[in-house]
């Protein structure tokens, strides 16, 4: 009996649109006045719509919040994760390949407060297009720039002045462009690096080359399905995580990786919020 007034009462939502007969006229006398809770709840459902109305007018706090977190000294030599035990995460994402990826990531950093570390080939024509979008994420210190290179060589395959070069061009454009230093950070392209290329980054101050303990897998066309796989495999505390600019699927699942980030307990950090500059 209540289920067939539940199916009722949903009848006559459907009903009510393409007629003018009131409840009474349509199914007699008989029939249950329409009650005052919505149907489902009647049929003891799980509602899909709130019992009371969300407070309007109220923002949404970002996500994520600057780390409380005291620096440590100055790192020297390359690095893979973040030091000691801990909930911090540093998500670098590379390149720059499109340009809508580049302002994409910007906005999403500033709507939820993440933190983001770029490592960016300047001569890919979306950082300064979207320059304007970056300065103030880069000025709070949400978005640090680091130097993936100007050309984004292999850095084995250059000589010592070619290998300062393509970083000393990089260096310039970021300057530049943002204002800031790049150095000591700075990631070679492909990870393809040895001693000399060590050395000769050193020489001109880049003593920090940043590998990463995990990846997006997304320098080159990702499904949704593997992207997601890879931020539920990589997003785990003191890790550095590879992204890339390239390749618009992760902006579809800023909010899902957001969302990894939040259940996990995890702190965005740039590179700068962990260490001290030398
Ligand atoms: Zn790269």
New binding site residues.
Partial sequence: MRRRSVLAALGLAGLGAIGAFGAGELFGATTPAPAALPPLLRAGRTPRLPLRPAPAAVALPPHFFPPAIEKLPAVYGSISDLPGDGNLLALTV??GGDADVIAAYARWVAECGMRVTF?L?GSLPGWAQHADLLLPLVQNGQVQLAN?TWT?TSLPTLSDDGIRNDLSINDAFIRDTFGVEAKPYF?P??GHIDDRVQAAAASIGYTVPVMWYGSLAD?TPITDADLLAMANDWLLPQHIVIG?ANYPTVTYHFREIADILRSRGLQPVTLDDVWERP
Avoid: L, S, V
């Fill in positions: 590379d390149d490592f080939n993936h984004h990631r392209p492909f320098a890339h």
